[in-house]
């Protein structure tokens, strides 16, 4: 597995949990963020940064971000994120 590849799929994996919560739950504590160290599919030892951020005005749709990066080298880290739209009553 490619470096690139790699570090892709961890970030893809911990978006996935990082999305588990819905807008109701996630909405009380954006915005936030985290970094923690883990380890990728292939062992690679890395960081991860996690965020989630108003993607407009505060109260709105929350962008949800997961880079994945070595600690030497944040530049050639992976970024990926996805928004959780804000349900509105019908």
Do not use: K
């Not at 570090?7 to 996935?16: D, I």
């Not at 915005?31 to 292939?42: I, N, R, Y």
């Not at 108003?54 to 928004?83: H, K, Q, S």
Request: glycine fraction near 8%.
């Amino acid at each position: 597995m490619s470096f690139e590849t790699d570090l892709e799929e961890a970030a893809r994996e911990e978006l996935e949990r990082a999305c588990t919560l819905g807008w109701n739950e996630l909405s009380r504590h954006t915005p936030w963020g985290d970094s923690f160290e883990g380890f990728t599919p292939a062992g690679r030892e890395v960081s991860f940064d996690r965020s989630y951020l108003w993607e407009g005005e505060p109260g709105g749709d929350i962008r949800v971000e997961v880079t994945v990066y070595e600690p030497r080298a944040y530049e050639e880290g992976v970024t990926l994120n996805r928004t959780i739209v804000r349900q509105t009553p019908a």
